[in-house]
């Protein structure tokens, strides 16, 4: 169904493939990020299975810490699973694509005011020298996944991993205002 569409439970997904097709005979011919499957959170079957014509294609998976294993961790409770502040499942679900395809973290965050649930995910990027995007630079409540307090300005804690590796990747220690 991810590649080539159809119908679960009601809803009607268009498939990969007949996107990635529509954008290529439209003309446009630069990059496209495509997701993963499970909601983006799995590049396994893509592995062995690319798309077809994929050139200028980036392969996305998303990542919140919402569940360890079977167990659904509350937004109240911190997160930790199988020792980590990150969801495990890194290894098996984007690792098999990496150096055979370009991969992203293209969407991960998280509603704890914790950073280091957001600086694991990040740290893991970084060791396996993949690109990453998290969710989402902007004021307002830590529910909405917001890495700014409301001033619009200062990181929140799950946001200063984000800021301080942007930084670091741009040679600075710290913003100018300090913050």
């Not at 169904?1 to 679960?8: E, P, V």
């Not at 997160?79 to 990496?98: D, K, T």
């Not at 995007?133 to 529910?143: C, D, P, Y």
Request: charged share 20%; proline share 6%; glycine share 12%.
């Amino acid at each position: 169904m991810w590649r080539k569409g159809g119908i679960d439970d009601g809803y009607r997904a268009v498939g990969m493939q007949r996107m990635l097709d529509g954008l290529r005979s439209s003309g446009f011919k630069g990059l496209a990020i495509v997701t993963g499957n499970h909601w983006g959170d799995t590049l396994v079957d893509i592995a062995n299975n690319p798309l077809k014509n994929d050139g200028n294609v980036v392969y996305s998976g998303h990542t919140y810490p919402y569940w360890c294993g079977s167990h659904l961790v509350l937004k109240e409770e911190p997160y930790m699973c199988q020792g980590r502040q990150r969801p495990p499942f890194f290894e098996s679900n984007f690792q098999p694509l990496i150096g055979k395809r370009p991969v992203i973290i293209g969407e991960f965050g998280t509603q704890r005011n914790i950073d280091g649930e957001n600086r694991q995910v990040i740290q893991w990027a970084e060791d396996h020298k993949i690109g990453w995007l998290a969710w989402q630079w902007a004021a307002g409540k830590i529910e909405n996944y917001t890495l700014l307090q409301p001033d619009g300005d200062t990181p929140t804690a799950q946001g200063k991993p984000v800021r301080d590796f942007l930084l670091k990747s741009q040679g600075w220690s710290k913003p100018n205002n300090g913050k």
